[in-house]
């Protein structure tokens, strides 16, 4: 496992749910700066490698420049040396949480390959700071967001940015998140942040969903391409949604996706097949009873859906 999971596959989603919640320190941490490679962009940033909770790790190329560590996508909290220009290297990491707050301390980096690892568990902020030489790269650039939320007016919250569904991702970065919704006739997306920048949406504008099913999914990036799923509905229903950003694709069920009689599944489903191996759907959500090959990350198993 290169990532602490989030979520667990199996039968008691709620447990894990309840795990979650109780993190005590970021689920994620990333790297930003000139030395990285996405620069002081914050589409940009290196993702770290959650080894436990309060436990990051990287490897990689740094280039000649300025670092520090960020919690999220936006410029507080971060973290830094005591002293603004100290040469990366272990030692104490300094919280900054304010604007007003004036020790925004960052790094100053050599141009090398190196192995960071940073340590929030403690009573002192750690960074480990060693040789990367001949180590594989360790961390991630293609970055999808840790929680997504569903939003419109096919949402009982409708328009409501402090009301929108929350929905986690299954694994650290994993893009996949699930989470049960009540949908009823009306307009649905699902926002990277609370807020109106980016989201994810239909691929074609007024895509129907009328009921459960897999759906093609886009990028919203802004408001000439603000691309949303129409649903149309009798009546409010409580439907599981799955969206998979890796392949750009939403589904939604009556049915828990949880509820398959097999061991209890600690990775990422990638899609489920028939005994032909032929690809019936993104997940075992509203399959009809019957056998079925699930493939996930890390293990491919024959599953029953009652």
Known sequence: MICIMKKIFSFILITFVSV???????????????ATQGGWSLDNLSLMVTESDGVYEWV????????????????MPSYGPSNNGAPLA??????????????????????????????????????????GTGLPDKGF?????????????ATLAGWSLD??????????????????????TGELKFLHQRDWGKAYGA?????????????????????????????ALDAPTAYYVTVNAVISKM????????????TVMTNEIEG????????VSLTPAGLPSGLYILKGSQKTQKIVIK
């Open 20 to 34: 979650s919640a109780m993190m005590a320190h970021p689920g994620r941490l990333y790297l930003v700066g000139d």
């Open 60 to 75: 990689g190329d740094l280039n000649a420049g300025e670092l520090k560590f960020l919690e999220t996508p936006n410029w």
């Open 90 to 131: 272990s030692g104490e990491l300094v919280k900054r949480e304010q604007e007003l707050e004036s020790n925004d301390n960052k790094f100053q980096v050599s141009a090398g390959r190196y192995v960071l690892h940073v340590d929030l568990t403690g009573e002192t902020l750690q960074l480990t700071v060693a040789d």
């Open 141 to 153: 650039t293609t970055i999808y967001p840790e929680v997504i939320y569903a939003i419109g007016s």
């Open 163 to 184: 009301d929108a569904t929350a929905m986690n991702e299954t694994s650290c970065n994993s893009g996949v998140y699930v989470s049960q919704v009540t949908l009823q």
């Open 203 to 231: 691929s074609v504008a007024g895509t129907p969903v009328n009921g459960e099913g897999d759906f093609d999914m886009g990028l919203i990036t802004d408001d000439s391409n603000d691309s949303k799923f129409a649903v």
């Open 251 to 262: 589904n939604i069920s009556l049915n828990d996706p949880m509820n398959i009689e097999s």
């Open 272 to 279: 489920v097949y028939d005994l032909q191996g032929r690809f």
